[in-house]
């Protein structure tokens, strides 16, 4: 059947130092009953805003699935004020790895939602904070999708591209910085990776120039390394995040199947 556009129900929960985080809950057809299993979808930038619209071949998930998807703008998102905007900066990074794990428990509360089986995927950024999930609240998730992700802000900032580091400097913070740099580095995924339990897929194109695929490579291995299901797709042809026609289809039947197996098995 064709997909058709499901309009969003504007949510929000409670972080900390008090703050209101908000996002967007797409519901799958009234035909899905009970709790339904959860695809956390993050933005990247991290200066981008999820706003409510038409989600493309997302609507699979929604319409022939029956898993809903929210999509938050954690702290660092625009269009919220500057306040908002720069409240993850530098070493205030940690403020937006706990706005998502306190989306995971708003999740818990929800009685249409099941909070026991939970996706979180993003591309970019988005990537990044799926890594945070996987590695920092690996007991609230069933899997993971990350999509052209940072494993580790340091070594991406030292192997970006050189006309980038400034620009993301003044986002992530200046890894020449001793203090700074040590803040990055016991909060990157690669530090904690050893949390890491559950199935993980990576996807990630050969010559990105923003987010280099040696922080594909040193996240899986070490996945890998803990006897974790860890899949790996790369886009030898690809930059950042995939744009041919079939390596994208490629990535969403494979991103389906994942889903499948790891999300849905067992329903």
């Known amino acids: 059947p ?11 929960w409670a972080s900390t130092e008090s703050a209101q985080v908000s996002g967007f809950l797409y519901k799958p057809p009234q035909r ?7 695809i956390v979808y993050i933005h990247g930038g991290p200066r ?14 929604l319409n022939e699935l029956g898993v809903p998807m929210i999509y938050p703008n954690v702290r660092g998102s625009s269009g919220f004020g500057k306040t908002f ?10 403020r937006s790895y706990q706005d998502l794990g306190a989306l995971l428990d708003w999740i818990k509360t929800r009685p249409d939602l099941d ?25 609230r998730i069933r899997a993971s999708v990350a999509v052209a992700a940072i494993s580790s802000l340091v070594s991406n900032l030292e192997h970006t591209e050189s006309y980038r580091r400034d620009l993301r400097r003044a986002e992530y913070g200046d890894e020449r910085d001793p203090k700074t740099r040590q803040y990055m580095n016991e909060l990157s995924p690669m530090a904690l ?17 923003r987010v280099p695929v040696s922080e594909a490579h040193q996240i899986v291995d070490a996945a890998r390394a803990n006897k ?18 079939s390596n994208v289809d490629f990535q969403f039947y494979s991103t389906i199947q994942f889903v499948r197996q790891y999300l849905l098995a067992g329903q």
């Open 115 to 139: 909070g026991d089986r939970i996706l979180v995927t993003g591309g970019s950024y988005g990537g990044h904070m799926t890594l945070v999930a996987a590695t920092q609240y690996n007991d």
């Open 85 to 94: 905007l720069k409240a993850d900066d530098g070493v205030n990074r940690h």
């Open 48 to 61: 981008a805003q999820s706003r409510p619209g038409f989600i493309g071949r997302n609507n699979y998930f």
């Open 193 to 209: 990776v050893g949390n890491i339990k559950k199935p993980m897929f990576v996807i990630h194109g050969e010559n990105d120039p």
């Open 2 to 12: 064709a997909s058709t556009p499901s309009e969003p129900d504007p949510v929000k």
């Open 228 to 245: 974790v299901p860890v899949w790996l797709l790369l886009g030898k042809n690809e930059g950042h995040g995939f744009a041919r026609k």
């Open 32 to 38: 899905f009953t009970g709790r339904r299993p959860v």
